[in-house]
């Protein structure tokens, strides 16, 4: 706490750490990014405590699950450990620090889980996933701040911490999910995606098989009173392809929720990780 509050303020250099997450598996962090993880082995904001609740309740060993904007790698870890050696995580990250760090804990996990590299059960990608192949700006931040990192300029000029931080501007090659998920032949896998901001391209890139597989999409949707834009463009497009919305309850299940921005406004929150899944989905 003492690094993270008075020591990085003034150095501006981060301390890397490795810390035991709850879930038994050893990951390294950045502080003063993982904090939390350092000193409660979980991410612990209410609305990541009660995902990772609901990700263990929902993933089963031989399960699939993409983590988009996977960071230092939190979630592809806690999912890999749950789908065990029969299943897969497909983990993107565009950040080029942070996928520095997802690379370091993956191996790291599959030596002490595997005793070797050579098998594994999660496949990594440096790209920031779209709806179009090519090569996109993307924009960094330092430190504490590394998890507002987005593909879209601007996003967060209007923030009191943004006029103290050097962004750094970087180009990546984009994925496209569609193309992940048929190439390696999924029809139903668990979906996070958290990129600030760029929810909407990301899921557009996933059209083809939002309407022909059976998946269940996580998303970070920030409270906003323009309905046009990014995240209520990504909902409007999961409902018109047949996704209902739910929140994850205090004990890590899901409830249906008809009016997103009136549940955030009755909980007070500014943002949740909602979940959206077909009718049909148990």
Not at 224 to 239: E, I, P
Request: hydrophobic share 35%; net charge negative.
């Amino acid at each position: 706490m003492v690094f993270s509050h008075v020591l990085y303020p003034l150095m501006k250099k981060e301390w890397r750490k490795e810390v035991t997450t709850f879930f038994g598996i050893p990951m390294t962090v950045a502080l003063p990014s993982g904090t939390d993880i350092l000193l409660n082995g979980i991410k612990s904001h209410d609305s990541e405590i009660r995902l990772s609740k609901f990700l263990t309740r929902q993933l089963q060993p031989g399960q699939i699950f993409i983590d988009i904007g996977a960071h230092h790698g939190y979630y592809t870890l806690l999912a890999s450990s749950l789908v065990g050696q029969n299943g897969k995580v497909y983990s993107v990250e565009a950040s080029r620090h942070s996928f520095e760090l997802l690379q370091y804990n993956t191996i790291q996990y599959n030596t002490i889980q595997y005793n070797s590299s050579t098998y594994h059960n999660i496949k990594i990608y440096h790209n920031a996933a779209s709806d179009q192949l090519g090569e996109i700006v993307f924009y960094e931040y330092p430190g504490p701040y590394a998890e507002y990192n987005t593909m879209v300029k601007g996003s967060y000029d209007h923030a009191i911490w943004r006029s103290k931080v050097e962004e750094t501007v970087t180009r990546v090659d984009t994925i496209i999910l569609d193309n992940l998920i048929e190439e390696n032949g999924i029809s139903k896998a668990t979906i996070k995606i958290d990129v600030e901001g760029g929810e909407y391209v990301v899921l557009k890139g996933l059209g083809r098989s939002l309407s022909h597989g059976n998946f269940t999409i996580i998303m970070e949707y920030l409270y906003s009173t323009d309905t046009g834009n990014f995240h209520h463009r990504a909902v409007t497009l999961l409902k018109e392809t047949g996704y209902s919305a739910h929140y994850i309850n205090a004990v890590g299940e899901l409830e249906c929720v008809e009016n997103i921005d009136d549940y955030l406004r009755k909980e007070k929150l500014d943002s949740d990780n909602l979940v959206f899944r077909l009718p049909s989905s148990p």
